[in-house]
DNA sequence: AGTTGACCTTTACGCTGCGTAAAGGTGTAT
DNA sequence: ATACACCTTTACGCAGCGTAAAGGTCAACT
């Protein structure tokens, strides 16, 4: 099989500038190049891209796939560690980044800082546990067995990196949320990411998750009036508003 | 006081190419232009600069922190949270990006490398981690910012082989560290010799070695007693014994 | 044969935040 | 007068393409 550009391109999911500017650089040069000057790519080509575009989706620089696909001698692994060792210091900055627009804001907004106990139980305070935990009654009767049980499970077991990572997807949702609410479209973009955010932050508690169970869920903040207070307490309807998205997200707005 | 760029840039620490930038896009405009054309700031300007740079080390992009400084309204808190909401999805990425590199070296490898538990267990236990860690933390301090972040960073990208290679010489050190104990002399060619191999040692997990740092964490295994039962756990007293011979190995023992 | 219309080509600016010349004017001390 | 430190503007380069612009090619339809 042959290929022109625009046919490799749409058979790996790139743009046909990137293949040109693959072969500019010298990483992905066709096969040949037919009478009228178009670049025709062979299967071999084909290959070579599928490796580019693996490297490429972890982060190394063209260069570095370049050194690593051409030269057949190369250490790939070695190569791989130099570019984690970046990523990490890399992310190392980006926390300290973080902790300092926290700060900032906090500082700003007049607060004091608070310790991860802290921000934890600030956020989600111990009745909104037990809330979830009753709703997890529910679950375990609608959608099996010992989902509560290994829901627990989970929320025991987090370690505290883990832990961090949830009280950050809770942070990222407050904020997405107060700004979906703002725009005020439930199937709005932001509305969306929000309503996806709260599936993520979700399955660090229920062990599966469901789009029932997530309708469900939205239903109940609604519903029972100290979820809606917990979600209303900066704005009033931020509950509705939170249930409404998640229910076009999960496609379950026309049953209920 | 007025300043010309160079001027004002030594006493904001920039460049002069940045105070010009700053111009051209106008984010920081000098008070005015002298006969000759030069660029003449004033004390409102060194304050303006102060602000845009506390906002850059934040890392908001400099038209974010155009609409910040020069709107008064501007609500910067709002800003901020934005800007944070940004760096939180940077670091998922990023974290998400580690893990496929994570995964593909250990496949490339075949298992060679190790995870964090692993490393350890071998040889420092766990209570010596949280010390290095913690001492870590002083040194963030002391040291500049994110040297412990690379520290950890180092570690974690350990390869079997420098693995090996840290392990051996922590045997090493060990081994020589209790002959030189017996043999009593903290200045003696033994006790010097372990403290050029703990130096060694100790550049496996910091990013950068300095004579004061490393006899700081030598007065530290005599003042923390956790260091010093680590140390004395076979020979009560090598802990005091080691610190003795790194302050003479790096000079430091006149001043402490 | 002519004309679409979908494809292909090369050239080149734009994005971010400056670093780094290059080419030339200014200010002051010697 | 000369040297030297300072100032100016203009402009390329950096990574990895996106996005025109200006123009050939190929198959199909009128």
Redesign the pocket.
């Given at each position: 099989m042959e290929?022109?550009?625009?046919?490799?391109?749409r058979l790996a999911g790139?743009?046909?500038?990137?293949?040109?500017?693959?072969?500019?650089?010298g990483l992905l040069e066709?096969a040949r190049?037919?009478?009228?000057?178009?670049?025709?790519y062979g299967v071999n080509e084909v290959d070579m891209l599928q490796q580019i575009l693996f490297y490429?989706e972890l982060g190394?620089?063209?260069?570095?796939?370049k050194a690593i696909i051409t030269a057949p001698s190369f250490d790939a692994a070695q190569a791989l560690r130099e570019h984690r060792q970046k990523l990490l210091e890399k992310r190392a900055q980006l926390d300290a980044l973080i902790e300092n627009v926290n700060n900032t804001i906090e500082q700003k907004e007049g607060r004091s800082t608070m310790n991860d106990k802290e921000k934890f139980n600030g956020f989600k305070n111990k009745m909104m546990e037990e809330n979830e935990k009753k709703y997890g009654k529910e679950i375990r009767e609608k959608y099996g067995e010992d989902a509560v049980n290994k829901s627990n499970a989970k929320l025991m077991n987090m370690s505290e990196e883990e832990y961090r990572k949830v009280a950050e997807l809770e942070m990222q949702l407050n904020e997405t949320l107060a700004q979906a609410f703002a725009a005020g479209d439930p199937s709005g973009e932001l509305a969306q990411k929000a309503a996806e955010l709260h599936k993520q932050w979700l399955t660090f508690y229920w062990d599966q998750y469901s789009k029932e169970a997530h309708a469900g869920l939205a239903e109940m903040y609604v519903a029972d009036e100290r979820f809606t207070a917990y979600y209303d307490k900066d704005q009033p309807g931020t509950a509705k508003f939170l249930r409404d998205a998640i229910l076009i997200y999960t496609g379950m707005g026309q049953r209920g």
């Amino acid at each position: 099989m042959e290929y022109t550009v625009q046919q490799l391109a749409r058979l790996a999911g790139v743009s046909t500038r990137t293949l040109r500017y693959y072969d500019e650089i010298g990483l992905l040069e066709p096969a040949r190049i037919n009478s009228s000057g178009y670049r025709i790519y062979g299967v071999n080509e084909v290959d070579m891209l599928q490796q580019i575009l693996f490297y490429r989706e972890l982060g190394l620089a063209l260069e570095d796939i370049k050194a690593i696909i051409t030269a057949p001698s190369f250490d790939a692994a070695q190569a791989l560690r130099e570019h984690r060792q970046k990523l990490l210091e890399k992310r190392a900055q980006l926390d300290a980044l973080i902790e300092n627009v926290n700060n900032t804001i906090e500082q700003k907004e007049g607060r004091s800082t608070m310790n991860d106990k802290e921000k934890f139980n600030g956020f989600k305070n111990k009745m909104m546990e037990e809330n979830e935990k009753k709703y997890g009654k529910e679950i375990r009767e609608k959608y099996g067995e010992d989902a509560v049980n290994k829901s627990n499970a989970k929320l025991m077991n987090m370690s505290e990196e883990e832990y961090r990572k949830v009280a950050e997807l809770e942070m990222q949702l407050n904020e997405t949320l107060a700004q979906a609410f703002a725009a005020g479209d439930p199937s709005g973009e932001l509305a969306q990411k929000a309503a996806e955010l709260h599936k993520q932050w979700l399955t660090f508690y229920w062990d599966q998750y469901s789009k029932e169970a997530h309708a469900g869920l939205a239903e109940m903040y609604v519903a029972d009036e100290r979820f809606t207070a917990y979600y209303d307490k900066d704005q009033p309807g931020t509950a509705k508003f939170l249930r409404d998205a998640i229910l076009i997200y999960t496609g379950m707005g026309q049953r209920g």
